[in-house]
C-alpha cells in the first residue's frame, strides 16, 4: 500500500519543484522572497488542519477544536521549541534550495539534493534518533547517493564537473532539509501528526519572518 503513495507523492514533488523553477525564473525571481511566501501561506494550512483536526483525530466537531488547542498548549516545552526549530530550518533549507533550482536545471539539482538530504540523514538519525540501516537499506542508501552525484555532474565536451555555486547551495539545502526532518521525527515520535505538524507550521511562518 505504501509504494502507490510514495510514487504519487514524489510525483507531485517533481510537478511541485517544476513550478518553482517556472516561478523563480519568471514572477517570483527572488528565492527569499519566494520562501517568505511560502511561510507566509503556512499559516492557511495550519487554520485548515486545525479546523479539520477532530476528523483526523476522532474528536466530535466542532468543540473538538477546543480540545486539540488544549492539546497544543499541553505539549512539553522541550517538543515545542524542536517543532518550531525545525519549522525555521525546514524555510532556510527552501532559500537555499531555491537558489540552487535558479541557478541550475531542476532535472539536476532535485536528484542531487535527494542525495545529499539521505547522506545528512543517515548520519543525523544515528545521532538524534538512534536509527540504524540494515543491509538492504545500505546498498540502497549507496545507489541512491551514487545516483544523485551523477546527475549533479555537468558534462561539457569530454569532460564532467560540478557546477560549485550550485553545489554550495545543494549542500547546505540538503544539511539543512536533513536536520528539519529528523527534528520532525523527534516530534512525532512524543506527538500525533496533528499536533506535530501544527507546531512545525509555526515554525515555518516564524522562519519566513
Known amino acids: 500500500?505504501?509504494?502507490?503513495?510514495?510514487?504519487?507523492?514524489?510525483?507531485?514533488?517533481?510537478?511541485?519543484?517544476?513550478?518553482?523553477?517556472?516561478?523563480?525564473?519568471?514572477?517570483?525571481?527572488?528565492?527569499?522572497?519566494?520562501?517568505?511566501?511560502v511561510g507566509l501561506f503556512s499559516i492557511l494550512g495550519s487554520l485548515i488542519i486545525l479546523f479539520l483536526s477532530p476528523l483526523f483525530l476522532g474528536l466530535p466537531f466542532p468543540t473538538g477544536i477546543l480540545t486539540v488547542v488544549q492539546l497544543l498548549v499541553d505539549v512539553d516545552l522541550i517538543i515545542i521549541l524542536i517543532a518550531l526549530l525545525s519549522g525555521v530550518l525546514f524555510i532556510w533549507a527552501l532559500i537555499s534550495f531555491y537558489y540552487a533550482v535558479k541557478e541550475g536545471e531542476a532535472s539536476r539539482v532535485v536528484p542531487a539534493i535527494g542525495a545529499s538530504v539521505a547522506v545528512f540523514v543517515f548520519i543525523l538519525a544515528r545521532f538524534l534518533v538512534d536509527e540504524h540501516l540494515g543491509i538492504n537499506e545500505v546498498f540502497a542508501f549507496f545507489f541512491l547517493v551514487i545516483g544523485g552525484v551523477l546527475v549533479s555532474l555537468r558534462i561539457t565536451g569530454r569532460s564532467l564537473h560540478f557546477n560549485k555555486r550550485e553545489l554550495q547551495?545543494?549542500?547546505?539545502?540538503?544539511?539543512?532539509?536533513?536536520?528539519?526532518?529528523?527534528?520532525?521525527?523527534?516530534?512525532?515520535?512524543?506527538?500525533?501528526?496533528?499536533?506535530?505538524?501544527?507546531w512545525m507550521n509555526l515554525g515555518m511562518f516564524a522562519g519566513a519572518m
Open 1 to 37: 500500500m505504501w509504494l502507490p503513495i510514495a510514487l504519487i507523492g514524489y510525483f507531485l514533488f517533481a510537478a511541485v519543484k517544476l513550478t518553482d523553477r517556472y516561478l523563480l525564473k519568471s514572477s517570483l525571481p527572488v528565492p527569499i522572497g519566494y520562501a517568505f511566501y
Open 169 to 198: 547551495f545543494i549542500f547546505f539545502s540538503g544539511f539543512l532539509f536533513a536536520l528539519s526532518w529528523v527534528l520532525k521525527k523527534v516530534v512525532f515520535i512524543d506527538q500525533n501528526f496533528v499536533i506535530g505538524f501544527l
